[in-house]
């Protein structure tokens, strides 16, 4: 069971992250977090990118909460190999 922060606007998409089985926390407790789901919604306008975990970073923008699901479920995949 993977540890994915999720942030509070993605209902649907935690809801289908616990369904899957995965451990979903909010996006105030990145601590040892596998992956993290944003919503795109605060776009970095200067361009300027500092990442708060080194954990994958996933924009859920257009995609439905199972496409997320299953986003989160490769990158999982690709972090092991």
Do not use: F
Request: proline share 0%; charged share 25%.
């Amino acid at each position: 069971m993977a540890r994915i922060a999720v942030e509070d606007s993605l209902d649907s998409v935690k809801q289908a992250l616990q369904n899957s089985g995965h451990e979903v926390v909010s996006m105030d407790n990145m601590d040892s977090v596998d992956c993290a789901v944003i919503s795109g919604i605060d776009n970095n306008v200067m361009g300027i990118s500092d990442r708060a975990t080194k954990a994958s970073v996933i924009d859920a923008t257009g995609m439905t909460a199972d496409e997320v699901v299953r986003r989160v479920d490769q990158s999982l995949q690709q972090m092991q190999s």
